[in-house]
C-alpha cells in the first residue's frame, strides 16, 4: 500500500509541475542556472571516467579475445558499439543519478524542512513547478549532449591505448570503430538517456518535496533518490531495449 501511496503522491506532483510557469522570465533564469549546475558542472566527471572507460575496455576486450580467428575490427567494434548501446547512455546516467540525484534531493529537501516551500505555497506560488520544472527541463536537455561527449571520448580513450602501448594498433582499431556503423545506434543511446534524465530528476524532486523532520530526514530522502532512481533505470532500461532494439 506504500508503493500506491508514493505513485500517487508521485503522480499529483507531476500534475502539479508540467504547467505553464506563471513568470516565463524566471523559469528561463532558472533553466540557465540549472544548466549550468546539472550539465557543465558534469562534464569533468563524464570526460574523466568515459576516458578511462573507452581506454579499459579496448585492453579487455584486446586481451580477451586474443584469437588468429577473429577478424582485426573486433576490439574496435566491440569498444564502440558497448560506449553507444550501454556505458554512455545507462551507466553514466547511473553515475550522474548519484551527482545530480542527491544534489536535487538535498536541495529541495532542504528547502522544506526550513519551510520555505511552505512560504511560497502561501504566497500562491506554484512551488512545485517553480523549483522542479526547470530541473527537469534543463537535465533532459543536456543528457544528450553528455552522452554524445562521453561516446566521442571513450573512443579517444580507447585510441590513446593504441597509441600509447602495443596492445592494439591504432590503424586495427580505427578500423574497428569504422566497421558496420548503425547510426540509429546514436539515436537509440539519445533516446534513452532523455528518458532517464527524465526519472533521476523528477524522483529526486519527489524524495526532496516531501521531506518531513530535520537534517537526517533529508539525507535519507537522498539516499531513497539515488537506489530508487537506479533501480527505475535499470527497469526502464530492459523496457526500452525490448522496445527500440
Known sequence: MKILQHIGEYVLLMGKVFHLPDRQRMFWRQYSFELEKQGLMSLPIVVIISVFIGAILT??????????????????????????????????????????????????????????????EIMGVNSANYLILPKIVAFMTIMPLLVIISIAVGLVGGYLVGVTSDIITVADYLVGIQYAFIPYYVAYAIIKSVVFAFII????????????????????????????????????DLLLTNLLL
Open 201 to 236: 530528476t523528477s524522483l529526486s524532486s519527489y524524495y526532496g518535496y516531501f521531506v518531513k523532520g530535520g537534517a537526517l530526514d533529508v539525507g535519507r530522502a537522498s539516499t531513497n533518490a539515488v537506489v530508487n532512481s537506479n533501480i527505475i533505470i535499470l527497469m526502464t
Open 59 to 120: 585492453v579487455q576486450t584486446k586481451l580477451n579475445t586474443e584469437n588468429p580467428l577473429l577478424p582485426v575490427y573486433t576490439t574496435g567494434l566491440l569498444t564502440r558499439d558497448t560506449l553507444l548501446l550501454e556505458f554512455s547512455s545507462t551507466i553514466l546516467c547511473l553515475i550522474l543519478a548519484g551527482k545530480v540525484g542527491s544534489n536535487i534531493a538535498s536541495e529541495i529537501g532542504s528547502m522544506r524542512i526550513t519551510e520555505q516551500i511552505d512560504a511560497m
